[in-house]
T-cell receptor
Framework: AQSVTQPDIHITVSEGASLELRCNYS??????LFWYVQSPGQGLQLLLK??????LVQGIKGFEAEFKRSQSSFNLRKPSVHWSDAAEYFC??????????FGAGTRLAVHP | DADVTQTPRNRITKTGKRIMLECSQT?????MYWYRQDPGLGLRLIYY???????NKGEISDGYSVSRQAQAKFSLSLESAIPNQTALYFC???????????FGPGTRLTVL
């Protein structure tokens, strides 16, 4: 079955520190993968996506993600976190009929 | 103006009441989706529509119905609301030739 696992429910980092949010997927074919961010009281905004090609994908707001087929992972990274990055982050894989299958989300807190 | 709008943004209702959540988009996309978000569960698909004449159930459609009144409008109805339908509801749109979905700001529904 198609699924997405985000192992970390909450993560806290200090402002300026590096960040890595983990995402593992289960999908039979070549996956289309996404990272979305949800700021408090807001809808979901697309950070980046991977369809094919270069396994290191650049997104908005200084985020990047690396697709590793051997590990079934698509981890999100940022070299230096800003206080405005505090939000909830969702990893998703595109399933059949263009349906997005989401992970449970990782809530990021940023300490000053 | 926002590309995907949802009304109302917040709603409190009582068990047994009929509720309609509305979604409108100005992106010109063919595909529209309704998701619900529950803490710790991420987003789950309720219904999706690939065009005005094409409506499909998602993974959690029981207790919900939808109407695609026009390409730009997709409404979600709860015929007889129950407390476990308390959640954050998101509408999303997508296009045939791209796999990216764009989300509205969400409707927070509370059923007492």
């Amino acid at each position: 079955a198609q699924s997405v696992t985000q192992p970390d429910i909450h993560i806290t980092v200090s402002e300026g520190a590096s960040l890595e949010l983990r995402c593992n997927y289960s999908y039979g074919a070549t996956p289309y993968l996404f990272w979305y961010v949800q700021s408090p009281g807001q809808g979901l905004q697309l950070l980046l996506k991977y369809f094919s090609g270069d396994t290191l994908v650049q997104g908005i707001k200084g985020f990047e993600a690396e697709f590793k087929r051997s590990q079934s992972s698509f981890n999100l990274r940022k070299p230096s976190v800003h206080w405005s990055d505090a939000a909830e982050y969702f990893c998703a894989v595109l399933g059949g009929y263009n349906k997005l299958i989401f992970g449970a989300g990782t809530r990021l807190a940023v300490h000053p | 103006d926002a590309d995907v709008t949802q009304t109302p943004r917040n709603r409190i209702t009582k068990t047994g009441k009929r509720i309609m959540l509305e979604c409108s988009q100005t992106k010109g996309h063919d595909r529209m989706y309704w998701y619900r978000q529950d803490p710790g569960l991420g987003l789950r698909l309720i219904y999706y529509s690939f065009d005005v004449k094409d409506i499909n159930k998602g993974e959690i459609s029981d207790g919900y119905s939808v109407s695609r009144q026009a390409q730009a409008k997709f409404s979600l109805s709860l015929e007889s609301a129950i407390p476990n339908q308390t959640a954050l509801y998101f509408c999303a749109t997508g296009r045939l030739d791209t796999d990216t979905q764009y989300f509205g700001p969400g409707t927070r529904l509370t059923v007492l």
